[in-house]
């Protein structure tokens, strides 16, 4: 059974930038998807970045395309999430997740199968 642990979160100013990991045990499968989403209270969860298990392909939510880059480092059993000129509107609780078997990249929440519990990001202004 695969396990997502996130980490990296906290409190950064705005312009500042923090990099999310998230640590991956158990997987079972050599081709899969990772994505972050992210959640704030009073919406759903929102498609962040994803990235195939190759770090070949990537993909950005509109929203922080430019200022984010997702990778996945193999050896080590984990991605990250470098976010830079962090803005006010970054502010959420952010989640790994994985998408296994033969998989593509996808920005839609159902399509994952692992989740992580995590992580929380505050950008004051």
């Known amino acids: 059974q695969v396990q997502l642990v996130e980490s990296g979160g906290g409190l950064v100013q705005a312009g500042g930038s923090l990099r999310l990991s998230c640590a991956a045990s158990?997987?079972?499968?050599?081709?899969?998807?990772m994505a972050w989403f992210r959640q704030t209270p009073g919406n759903e969860r929102e498609f962040v970045a994803s990235i195939l298990w190759n770090g070949v392909y990537a993909y950005y939510a509109d929203s922080v395309t430019g200022r984010f880059a997702i990778s996945i480092d193999n050896a080590k059993n984990m991605i990250y999430l470098e976010m830079n000129s962090l803005k006010p509107e970054d502010t959420a609780v952010y989640y790994c997740a994985q998408r296994e078997g033969i998989a593509t990249m996808s920005t839609d929440r159902g399509a994952y199968d692992y989740w992580g519990q995590g992580t929380r990001v505050t950008v004051s202004s």
């Open positions: 158990g997987r079972t499968f050599s081709f899969f998807a």
